[in-house]
């Protein structure tokens, strides 16, 4: 048996071998040492010198917008910026003096702009001088960059919206990520676009791409170029290329949002018309808008601080984040309720004075002497207060909740924009939490009419007359129809979701569809003086009051009103009435009549897609409206000879 | 313990691994200071102080240490490794919660590595159980099963953090160890052509090229965010531009272009390179190479087998860091995140390499005094 230093002396040799593994290690790395500084020393040098090599971010290009129509709808178009690279300013005084002539922007401006960019960031990240330049002072520049070292064009790529100030709200805008907002979004790369309203927010991770970035060797002037033994240099450098960003298809019309857009020239309020067979959106416009160009070209903040300072508030997507008291619109909803739980019937028929009386409180019609005698139809049809303050007074206001609820009242209706708003339908629950107040009988007459405490933006108002439209199913609207890649490839389809039962009977429907098609197709109808010609719509006028008046004031002129007081004008509609496709909602801010200030949009917008989708349909429709018109002239005709022979027999 | 006591002590007290490890900590340091204070980065300017606090902590604990009986050592090893291992699987429970901070431990206001402590562990386990085998035997493929797996339930656990680099270094550390304890050669080249064809072939043809993509961005996740290639030349342009006496103090423009984004921790040795040329590696080189070999020395001095192997086990996990850190940022090995041993930022790393310093001393101690 050894001793037990005996065996720590056995494993000298292996002690000695590893003697020799570190010896041999170490002259591998002093060799490469060697290679490094001493062989290659002077190479490498003079790269850390100049930092002649440098990594250039590779702008991934955003993705296309395109409408249901492959019409070009948002594109990228390049811009050219001149920078200037501090560090490979030789001659800083005769170089900025040269180039703020060429570029028309003082010595002293350029000078501040180094200086500051010289206190906050290392010389060599380059400094913008003037955005958006001419190709003219592109040129200029370009010639004698000999020069200017130190000064450059840099191209870049702006976002362009071809239709400019129309559905911007709906398309958003896009904006830089400056430092702070890079550390909210780990994923993008500093400087990036990142979309900040609109499609161009909730699909910005679909639109952006992604960026790859290039190692360029620049000279010591800052110019591209390449060395000698550069290959042995940059052999293991990997660059990566952009991935551009998918496009995407909308399910807007082109046409359509013009046509909206212009009928709600010189007027604040929204516009949305969707299919009423898919939810599809043809159009949807919001008045006053903004150029989202501007916002990713130059002057950023200073056109953001002019648009939020407009009392108009253009920046507001009133068919989404606004809402407001549906007024008689919502007499439709009250009116499927009633029919639908048998409140009423076709034959139900109502006194109308003028008011009506609650204790003793009374509630007025909106025509001072009354409608007489009101069934259903007349009620919908001349929008008779009276006939719903007493389905007011029969119905609970749960069940008139559940109702429009169904119809995609009091909540999201789930559209791909963002900051949309719920609305507020009112229940008994709502107000005792609300205002710790137990629910009036008074105030369920109120909503029967669409005033108190409902709200309802147009996209809802819209979706709401889509499901009366389409049989009662309900649909959610949708602004995508596919996304795709360059190559072609579709990424992601529109998913289009149709609510597989029929929310109310077909009896109800057929009643309340008749109403509606008399609003605008009798001459008794309250949308009779602008219902359109050849469109066979169907419709629901409706104001929405911003105050309430005195009862003294209240059969005023709503003209005569103060702008800010007048009321809102609310129209809802679809068409061809028998066999609908398209529904439209309208909201007029102080348009004071749905009729007259409401109704002209909608009809202007069906007009034109009938026109452009069912011409054959138009014409057919052309024709049976002359042949109503030249008909209901003869009668009027008739009607006046026989009081004309009346007169003179008296 | 009188004054003569004290002095006794002193003479026979092995100052030279502390004397080695502190000359290289303080290159290192102002290494560091220089490395930081060119850095753009604000933050970074108070890393040499924090450092060097880092460098007290670890030298009471080391000193400490080095009063402590080897025979302790061996007494502890398996409990030492034992709780090394339910800390490791501690960090891959609880440290999932935290994203990307799966290596590190909590303890108040304590954070650590397991896995740096790890490599000391492992050498104090392996160091028990060759010992308690039989030590005459030269070892073949059956004695090394036990051995095996006292290195793969860390390593394992190591890899799956992910840290490859640190999995790897496990494995490293336990393969000189069992070379030392006289593995067969023939058993040593087995080994390495297995693992070679193994890990070529899975590499080549066992792989598609998207999994391929995936190991390295495992191995080093950062790699494809700021370009594979780039950390890589721009340290070996760091390294070749120094020549060979250095641009001077403070002078580096690698650093202070932040164009080296790890320039105090992993790839400090390139700063130093860039500054102090190839003249300042000679002298740097030389005293690791001083320190290693003061480790083997002790591993033929000590009259225990247990020691002996400690000492080469230690020595072991300085070498493989040095040789390792060196070799990838001189571009003769992928970038694995592995530290310049005394040189690099880092409280965990700095306070491993002060405990093996103390345990190497305390072994050398032992020699003479208890």
């Known amino acids: 048996m050894f001793g037990e230093e005996d065996i720590v002396k056995s494993h000298k040799s292996r002690a000695d071998v590893i003697t020799n593994i570190i010896l041999v290690s170490f002259a591998i790395i002093l060799a490469r040492l060697w290679y490094l500084q001493i062989y290659m020393g002077e190479a490498y040098r003079r790269y850390s010198l100049e930092n002649s090599l440098r990594k250039e971010t590779v702008m991934a290009p955003r993705g296309m917008i395109f409408s249901r129509n492959n019409e070009l709808m948002v594109h990228n178009v390049p811009r050219f910026d001149v920078i200037i690279v501090p560090q490979y300013l030789k001659t800083p005084k005769e170089t900025v003096e040269m180039l703020a002539q060429r570029i028309e922007v003082p010595a002293a401006e350029i000078f501040q702009k180094l200086n500051r960019a010289k206190r906050e960031q290392a010389s060599y990240i380059p400094v913008v001088i003037k955005k958006n330049l001419s190709r003219k002072e592109v040129a200029l520049i370009e010639t004698e960059n000999s020069y200017m070292p130190g000064v450059s064009v840099s191209t870049f790529i702006t976002r362009e919206y071809s239709d400019e100030f129309i559905g911007s709200h709906m398309l958003g805008y896009i904006s830089k990520l400056d430092k702070q907002g890079k550390k909210k979004v780990k994923e993008y790369d500093e400087f990036q676009y990142i979309g900040v309203a609109g499609i161009e927010k909730v699909f910005d991770k679909h639109l952006k791409g992604d960026n790859g970035f290039e190692f360029v060797e620049v000279d010591a002037l800052g110019r591209k170029r390449r060395y000698l033994k550069s290959d042995l240099l940059l052999d293991d450098i990997q660059n990566r290329p952009a991935v551009p960003g998918l496009n995407i298809r909308l399910t807007i019309d082109r046409d359509l949002q013009l046509a909206a857009y212009e009928a709600l020239e010189g007027k604040v309020g929204s516009v949305v018309a969707l299919d009423v067979t898919n939810g599809e959106i043809l159009a949807i416009i919001s008045r006053p808008s903004y150029n989202p160009s501007i916002f990713s070209r130059q002057l950023t903040s200073d056109y953001w601080s002019i648009l939020s300072k407009d009392e108009n508030e253009p920046l507001y997507d009133r068919a989404i984040q606004d809402h407001y008291p549906p007024g008689s619109t919502f007499k439709t909803i009250t009116a499927l309720a009633a029919l639908e739980e048998g409140i009423v019937d076709e034959n139900t028929e109502v006194r109308c004075n003028g008011y009506f009386q609650l204790g003793r409180k009374t509630f007025h019609c909106w025509k001072k002497h009354g409608h007489g005698v009101v069934n259903i139809y007349k009620a919908i049809r001349e929008s008779c207060d009276v006939y719903f303050y007493k389905i007011g007074t029969k119905i609970d206001i749960d069940v008139l909740a559940k109702y429009a609820k169904m119809l995609g009242f009091g909540n999201k209706t789930g559209i791909s924009l963002p900051r949309e708003t719920r609305g507020l339908i009112p229940t008994k629950d709502w107000k005792l939490k609300k205002n710790a107040v137990p629910w009036q009988l008074g105030e369920t007459l109120l909503t029967a009419i669409g005033q108190s405490y409902v709200l309802a933006t147009p996209l809802q108002l819209t979706v709401a007359y889509a499901a009366i439209a389409n049989n009662g199913r309900l649909v959610k609207p949708v602004l995508i129809k596919e996304i795709f890649s360059n190559a072609g490839d579709i990424v992601q389809q529109g998913n289009i979701e149709i609510s597989p039962e029929k929310i109310f009977s077909d009896k109800t429907l057929k009643i309340v569809r008749e109403g509606l098609f008399q609003v605008v197709n009798n001459p008794n109808g309250t949308a009779w003086w602008y219902r359109g010609k050849g469109i066979n719509m169907s419709g629901k006028t409706g104001t929405s009051q911003v105050v309430r008046f005195s009862s003294d004031k209240i059969f005023n002129k709503c003209e005569d009103n103060e702008y800010k007081l007048r009321h809102h004008a609310v129209f809802a509609a679809y068409a061809p009435s028998d066999n609908p496709k398209i529904a439209v909602g309208v909201v007029v801010e102080h348009g004071c009549h749905g009729s007259s200030a409401g109704a002209p949009v909608a009809t202007a917008i069906i007009s034109k897609y009938l026109e452009k989708y069912y011409p054959e349909l138009r014409e057919k429709y052309l024709k049976e409206d002359n042949k109503m018109l030249a008909a209901h002239w003869s009668r009027k005709k008739a009607q006046a000879a026989e009081e004309a022979k009346k007169n003179d027999e008296e | ?370």
């Open chain 2, 1 to 370: 313990m009188n004054y003569s006591a004290i002095l006794e002590t002193l003479k026979k007290y092995d100052f030279s691994f502390f004397g080695a490890v502190i000359a290289i900590f303080f290159i290192g340091v102002i290494n560091l200071y220089s490395a930081t204070q060119a850095s753009d980065q604000l933050s970074h300017s108070n890393l040499f102080k924090i450092q060097l606090f880092y460098f007290l902590i670890s030298m009471a604990i080391a000193l400490t240490i080095s009063f402590v009986q080897t025979k302790n050592y061996f007494r502890y090893g398996y409990f030492i490794y034992g709780v090394n291992v339910f800390l490791l699987i501690l960090v891959l429970t609880l440290g999932k919660i935290g994203m990307g901070a799966q290596r590190w431990l909590v303890l108040g206001p304590i954070s650590f590595q397991p896995s740096e402590f790890m490599k000391i562990s492992i050498v104090l386990a392996l160091g028990r159980w060759f010992t308690k085998t039989d030590p005459h035997l030269v070892l073949g493929f059956k004695e090394l099963i036990i051995p095996a797996i006292i290195t793969f339930i860390p390593m394992i656990l190591i890899v799956l953090q992910p840290d490859l680099g640190t999995g790897i270094l496990v494995g490293l550390i336990s393969f000189m160890i069992a070379f030392y304890r006289r593995l067969r050669w023939k058993v040593i080249v087995m080994l390495g052509i297995i693992s070679l064809i193994g890990g070529s072939v899975m590499y080549q043809y066992g792989l598609k090229e998207y999994q391929r993509k995936r190991i390295i961005a495992f191995v080093n996740p950062d790699a494809d965010a700021k370009g594979s290639g780039y950390n890589a030349i721009q340290s070996k342009i760091a390294i070749g531009s120094g020549e060979f006496l250095g641009k001077g103090y403070k002078k580096s423009t690698q650093a202070s272009l932040q164009y080296l984004p790890e320039n105090h921790t992993d790839f400090i040795f390139s700063i130093f390179n860039e500054e102090h040329g190839f003249f300042g590696s000679l002298v740097l080189i030389s005293l690791y190479i001083v320190l290693f070999y003061r480790f083997i020395w002790l591993a033929q001095a000590v009259t225990k087998i247990f020691d002996s192997i400690l000492a080469v086990g230690l020595m072991s996990i300085f070498f493989w860091h040095t040789f390792i850190n060196m070799g990838m940022v001189m571009g003769l090995m992928p970038i694995v995140g592995v530290p310049l041993p005394l040189l690099s930022y880092g409280g965990t790393s700095l306070l491993t390499f002060m405990i093996c310093c103390g345990v190497a001393t305390s072994i050398s101690n032992s020699r003479n005094f208890f």
